[in-house]
């Protein structure tokens, strides 16, 4: 069954450092999404991305975070400068369709923690 | 105040035993989707229900939209140690988004044997 996958899988960086985390979705799948779950706490929306471009994104999502389709298999999230409160895990996720129509299916993570 | 409330928090439930868990939004839902999630890591897709009244089975599982009540429900049946997890809802409450989709905290269930 095709899966979302998510690189790496753990991520340790210092304050101030840029990071990019790397997801390659599910390759029929048109939408794509990140969101993030700080540990203990609610899984949360940061960005949608649909044809090239930012669909939404969350009051999370400032001008530190971006997003890019650099080719047509990889989707990215970068953190220009990471601050502690960064340290989360990050989920990928891609529909199909918007997500009314079609579920998202989520990538196992990518665990960012930022000394 | 929260958008999406799940019940209960935790349950311990003993092997063979049944057990129900409720999504209860204070907003209109447009779509409910149940995720799986193991500790650590990533989120399972188990059900999306879109319209009041539905109700979907996989296997044990079977999960039910109340528009009215903006609830769903996941039940699932003679409870085996592979439905040990964290159960969350994720409901799309947004008027003129679509993917942002609001979890709630996350039942945890334990099974015993």
């Known amino acids: 069954e095709p899966e979302v996958t998510q690189t790496p899988s753990h991520q340790v960086t210092q304050m101030g450092q840029e990071v990019i985390l790397r997801c390659v979705p599910i390759?029929?799948?048109?939408?794509f999404y990140w969101y993030r779950q700080i540990l203990g706490q609610k899984v949360e929306f940061l960005v949608s991305?649909?044809?090239?471009?930012?669909?939404?994104k969350s009051e999370i999502f400032d001008d530190q975070f971006s997003v890019e389709r650099p080719d047509g298999s990889n989707f990215t999230l970068k953190i220009r400068s990471t601050k502690l409160e960064d340290s989360a895990m990050y989920f990928c996720?891609?529909?199909?369709?918007?997500?009314?129509?079609?579920?998202?299916?989520f990538g196992n993570g990518t665990r960012l923690t930022v000394t | 105040s929260q958008e999406l409330e799940q019940s209960p928090q935790s349950l311990i439930v003993q092997e063979g035993k049944n057990l129900t868990i409720n999504c209860t939004s204070s907003k209109t839902l447009y779509g409910l989707y149940w995720y799986k999630q193991k500790y650590g890591e990533g989120l399972i897709f188990l059900m999306m229900?879109?319209?009041?009244?539905e109700e979907k089975s996989h296997e044990k599982i079977t999960a039910k939209l109340d528009e009215k009540k903006q609830q769903s429900s996941l039940h699932i049946t003679a409870s085996q140690p592979s439905h040990a997890g964290i159960y969350l809802c994720g409901a799309d409450i947004a008027t003129d988004s679509w993917g942002k989709l609001q979890f709630g905290a996350g039942t945890q269930v334990v099974v015993t044997p």
């Open positions: 229900l879109q319209k009041g009244g």
């Open positions: 991305f649909y044809n090239n471009e930012i669909s939404e």
């Open positions: 996720a891609s529909s199909g369709q918007g997500a009314r129509n079609s579920p998202l299916h």
């Open positions: 390759s029929n799948h048109l939408y």
